[in-house]
């Protein structure tokens, strides 16, 4: 349905592009991040290691990160602040006219995590600065409103400070820099996992000679491994999961600093699209706007890694199951279903207790229509191929 976004002046249309271009470079990355997680070997190699009484699971082999992945986050971090610079300054040329030089170099975007520091930038204004920036303005107003300093806690973690830190970080050092992490690991033999069986990793970067995990010797757990791509937050020792930063990021941007920055008020609806078609010149811009999508790289990367770690586990799941297809069969089945339309499947399984009678005989089901349907394809793609 289209949506028309009245709220946005006609100079502030470019900045929906830019956020659209945001978008898309995250979704390169996103692209480049699939084809690293699911690559056949793996993203790290492991070895058993007996010590004694127990044996350790040792982390022998990392593999490289695509150089081209910090260098397409980079860019991205930097649009999305591009994005914030360039409404204020469309903003103040729209209220003073043209700049001069001198007063174009004062317009920007702060990043005070203090109200000291926020009162100094504006004292550095007051003699060269265009008019919209001067003490007690509407804009600066506007601008107070989005600093880190307001909030109570961690300051340094308000949106505007890391996007101005991962920013500056790349703009004047090195490109973003990004490591492997090991997210979680769960037990295969209590598929599906109640939140309490999953193992939660530190925030740090996997490195060989690490140890994962230790068992008794001479027993063997199945485990399931759930590696991630986390992102270095410059100055400290966090490595959040580079995709949720990203979408988080993004997503205040585009839903809160944009918005509020050009209306001064609680963001109106419709919010600004993800992405539209930027690729093409719009005789009508909001048009094309109003039929932009909603959903977001990160968003769409979520859903095709949780989909095909979820073929992987069903396809192990069911052809464990007496009377199911041949794999071939299942994995051509689990191929055939769209991304939202497995995960969906997923979610219908009950976690909270699987030793629950109850619970297992509903899984149970599930897992039989699943198979029927698979039954249902195999056979539609045997009469296909006849």
């Known amino acids: 349905m289209n949506q028309h976004h009245d709220w946005l002046p006609r100079h502030h249309l470019g900045v929906a592009a830019t956020l659209a271009h945001a978008d898309e470079v995250i979704a390169q990355a996103a692209g480049l991040l699939h084809e690293y997680q699911s690559q056949d070997d793996g993203v790290f190699q492991l070895e058993e290691v007996p010590v004694v009484t127990y044996s350790e699971t040792v982390v022998t082999g990392v593999a490289p990160i695509p150089r081209k992945v910090p260098l397409l986050v980079a860019d991205a971090l930097v649009s999305l602040r591009n994005a914030i610079e360039h409404t204020i300054f469309a903003e103040v040329e729209f209220r003073d006219g043209v700049l001069g030089p001198k007063a174009a170099r004062l317009v920007e975007m702060p990043a005070a995590t203090s109200y000291d520091d926020f009162q100094e930038w504006i004292d550095r204004r007051r003699r060269n600065g265009p008019p919209s920036l001067q003490r007690g303005s509407e804009l600066v107003r506007r601008i107070e409103g989005l600093q880190p300093f307001q909030r109570t806690l961690a300051q340094e973690e308000h949106p505007m400070a890391l996007l101005a830190s991962h920013?500056?970080?790349?703009?004047?050092?090195?490109?973003?820099?990004?490591?492997?992490?090991?997210?979680?690991?769960?037990?295969?033999?209590?598929?599906?996992?109640?939140?309490?069986?999953?193992?939660?990793?530190?925030?740090?970067?996997?490195?060989?000679?690490?140890?994962?995990?230790?068992t008794p010797r001479g027993v063997r757990v199945p485990v399931a491994l759930f590696p991630t791509v986390g992102i270095n937050r410059p100055g400290t020792d966090r490595w959040p999961v580079l995709m949720k930063e990203l979408d988080e990021l993004s997503h205040w941007v585009r839903a809160q600093a944009v918005p509020r920055l050009i209306t001064g008020s609680e963001p109106p609806s419709p919010a600004l699209p993800?992405?539209?078609?930027?690729?093409?010149?719009?005789?009508?811009?909001?048009?094309?706007l109003s039929v932009g999508s909603s959903v977001s790289a990160a968003e769409r990367h979520r859903e095709r890694i949780g989909a095909a770690f979820a073929?992987?586990?069903?396809?192990?799941?069911?052809?464990?199951?007496?009377?199911?297809?041949?794999?071939?069969?299942?994995?051509?089945?689990?191929?055939?279903?769209?991304?939202?339309?497995?995960?969906?499947?997923?979610?219908?399984?009950?976690?909270?207790?699987?030793?629950?009678?109850?619970?297992?005989?509903?899984?149970?089901?599930?897992?039989?229509?699943?198979?029927?349907d698979a039954r249902l394809f195999a056979c539609e793609d045997s009469d296909a191929t006849n």
């Open 167 to 214: 920013t500056n970080y790349s703009k004047h050092r090195a490109p973003a820099i990004t490591a492997v992490r090991l997210a979680a690991i769960h037990r295969e033999d209590q598929t599906p996992p109640s939140m309490a069986d999953v193992k939660r990793f530190p925030e740090v970067p996997l490195q060989v000679g690490d140890v994962i995990a230790r």
């Open 274 to 288: 993800t992405r539209y078609d930027i690729s093409v010149g719009h005789d009508d811009e909001w048009q094309a």
């Open 311 to 372: 073929r992987v586990d069903m396809l192990a799941t069911l052809s464990d199951i007496d009377g199911a297809p041949s794999r071939e069969q299942l994995a051509a089945w689990l191929e055939s279903l769209n991304d939202k339309d497995l995960i969906a499947r997923m979610e219908q399984m009950q976690v909270r207790d699987n030793r629950d009678p109850a619970v297992i005989l509903y899984n149970h089901g599930i897992l039989q229509r699943m198979l029927g």
